[in-house]
């Protein structure tokens, strides 16, 4: 539940639900979803401590193995930055892009190569290598179908701040809003036709 109010924006929502998990298991999914709901509700200090108890979990023999986190590091990236770590902020972009850039040369499912383009132009933009977010947001906007949590999130998210008065990436994000509105339709169309509404 925590992770379906978080992409409905209901961050308080997604407190409650993962305050409530950690009174019965301590996870690091409940730990970086905390973490990540007091950022965007601009309580930085206990999203670094959230976000810290996260990384302690990650086994230390198998640094940034987990799959669910290291897709997410640039957010444990971002919160350090806010916090005015920078230097540890910039260590853990690294890691990220790098993990990224791996994960795109790999034969992977599109869905997965679209969101590491979304998620390196989102670290770009936010370190001002304006050139290459655009770069990866072109290659984002290749994609036919966009995703609800991708064409809403682009909207609003932190990491992309510096280049959302380009013009080239509000054209991007209006692009990213047809496609998620047209299959929105062609799945009510379908739903209609097959009695399913």
């Given at each position: 539940?925590?992770?379906?109010?978080?992409?409905?924006?209901?961050?308080?929502?997604?407190?409650?639900?993962?305050?409530?998990?950690?009174?019965?298991?301590?996870?690091?999914?409940?730990?970086?979803?905390?973490?990540?709901?007091?950022?965007?509700?601009?309580?930085?200090?206990?999203?670094?401590?959230?976000?810290?108890?996260?990384?302690?979990?990650?086994?230390?023999?198998?640094?940034?193995?987990?799959?669910?986190?290291?897709?997410?590091?640039?957010?444990v990236?971002?919160?350090?930055?806010?916090?005015?770590?920078?230097?540890?902020?910039e260590?853990?972009?690294?890691?990220?892009v790098?993990?990224q850039?791996?994960?795109?040369?790999?034969?992977?499912?599109?869905?997965?190569?679209?969101?590491?383009?979304?998620?390196?132009?989102?670290?770009?933009?936010?370190?001002?290598?304006?050139?290459?977010?655009?770069?990866?947001?072109?290659?984002?906007?290749?994609?036919?179908?966009?995703?609800?949590?991708?064409?809403?999130?682009?909207?609003?998210?932190?990491l992309?701040?510096?280049?959302?008065?380009?013009?080239?990436?509000?054209?991007i994000?209006?692009?990213?809003?047809?496609k998620?509105?047209?299959?929105?339709?062609?799945?009510?169309?379908?739903?209609?036709?097959?009695?399913?509404?």
């Amino acid at each position: 539940m925590a992770n379906y109010e978080f992409l409905l924006g209901n961050y308080s929502q997604t407190i409650a639900y993962c305050q409530a998990a950690l009174e019965i298991d301590s996870s690091i999914m409940a730990l970086f979803y905390l973490g990540r709901a007091y950022s965007l509700t601009d309580r930085f200090n206990e999203s670094l401590k959230y976000m810290k108890s996260a990384l302690e979990k990650v086994p230390e023999d198998q640094p940034f193995q987990l799959p669910f986190f290291r897709n997410r590091l640039h957010r444990v990236a971002y919160t350090f930055w806010i916090n005015g770590n920078k230097e540890e902020s910039e260590l853990y972009f690294d890691q990220f892009v790098e993990f990224q850039l791996q994960l795109i040369k790999m034969e992977r499912p599109q869905a997965q190569t679209f969101a590491s383009y979304y998620d390196l132009a989102g670290v770009y933009a936010f370190r001002g290598e304006t050139k290459k977010a655009l770069e990866n947001l072109r290659l984002l906007n290749q994609q036919k179908i966009c995703t609800y949590w991708m064409a809403e999130f682009i909207k609003w998210d932190e990491l992309f701040d510096p280049i959302r008065d380009e013009p080239e990436f509000q054209q991007i994000v209006r692009d990213l809003e047809s496609k998620y509105q047209a299959e929105h339709e062609r799945v009510r169309q379908w739903l209609e036709e097959n009695d399913i509404l």
